[in-house]
């Protein structure tokens, strides 16, 4: 079968496409044909070797999130499942590719109404920017700014946002086209990269940051009193030192700073929440942003456009 490997990290050239034996599943797991694969900013963080260090060496398959049919069922698996559609998470890797390994635990079936490029659109997106948000402890009527809103996880945190009745929801992007689209997925005030607009609110009840990074204290002066902020991404990196004495500095106003990761939510919930988007979608509550579709031999493609800062939700592979 043919697969995306990492051969060497940095840019995008250093991803290649191979033949490669195609996977047999082993207990407990399941094969699936795939149809499409999604392309998230984790993707280009492993292919960056942000991660290499963390179990991530080159010779890395990248890619989280496939939908496609299930092809074959290793021991222990209802062998019901064999020829369903379905959507899985393959864990840190392992996705760009035309025959993908899940566990069974991580695959759910798709509904008739929803489309593979929909699936790995919605996908992890939508349930991390739901966690998250709740981890903000974000309630009806509150203010929320989406740092990092227009990439995969923000889109979704925009529409939840406005759909669970934010008095206002912020959104930091790059371009006033970026704004306008953000602004028709539910946001109502559209700021720039360091949080400066004509329009800005004076302050957050929430901030949902994807970004992290250097700029991180500035945003946490954007707070309100008794205000929360996420850090559920770290597309710019690290936090400067002095980021513990910001917060300390704030400590009349109660502020909170809590990370958030989807591996601390039970599969069980994450997999609620999926449903329940995927039925929202489906009822057109909800829309998968889907900024293009390209073939899987064209992956360095789509990581070049990931760090051009072109993509505007999520870019899908399609075998
Ligand atoms: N918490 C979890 O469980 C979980 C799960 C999966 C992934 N993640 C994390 O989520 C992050 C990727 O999320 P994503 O795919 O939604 O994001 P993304 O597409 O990589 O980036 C989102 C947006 O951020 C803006 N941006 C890029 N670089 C920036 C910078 N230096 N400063 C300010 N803004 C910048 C860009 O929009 P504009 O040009 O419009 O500003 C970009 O479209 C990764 O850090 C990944 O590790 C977390």
Known sequence: MKAVVIQSFGSPDGLAVIDTPAPVPGPGQVTI??????????????????????????????????????????????????????????????GYVEQALASADEILPLPTDLSVTDAVTL??????????????????????????????????????????????????????????????????????????????????DVILDIISGPDMPMFLD?????????????????????????????????????????DTVAPADRRAVQLDQWAAAGRGDLQAVVHESLPLEKAALAHRKMDEGEVFGRIVLTP
Not at 49 to 68: K, N, Q, R, W
Not at 130 to 140: G, I, T, Y
């Open 123 to 204: 996908g992890s997106s939508g349930m991390v920017a739901h966690f998250a948000l709740a981890h903000a402890h974000f309630a009806f009527g509150e203010t929320v700014l989406v740092r990092g809103a227009a990439g995969s996880i923000g889109v979704m945190a925009v529409q939840l946002a406005a759909r669970g009745g934010a008095g206002a929801v912020a959104v930091t992007t790059s371009s006033a086209e970026r704004g306008d689209r953000l602004r028709a997925l539910g946001a109502t005030h559209v700021v720039d990269r360091s949080g400066a607009g004509a329009d800005a609110p004076i302050d957050y």
């Open 33 to 94: 044909a795939t149809e499409a694969i999604g392309v998230g900013g984790v993707d280009a963080m492993i292919r960056r070797g942000t991660l290499a260090g963390y179990g991530i060496e080159e010779g890395h398959i990248p890619g989280s999130e496939v939908a496609g049919t299930v092809t074959a069922v290793g021991e222990g698996v209802d062998t019901s499942w064999t020829g369903k559609r379905v959507w899985a998470f393959t864990g840190r890797g392992g």
């Open 222 to 262: 954007k707070l309100a009193p008794k205000g929360r902020m996420v850090a559920a991404g770290a597309v710019a990196g690290f936090p400067p030192p002095d980021f513990g004495a910001a917060m300390l500095n704030s400590f009349l106003k109660s502020l909170s700073f809590a990370t958030f990761s989807a």
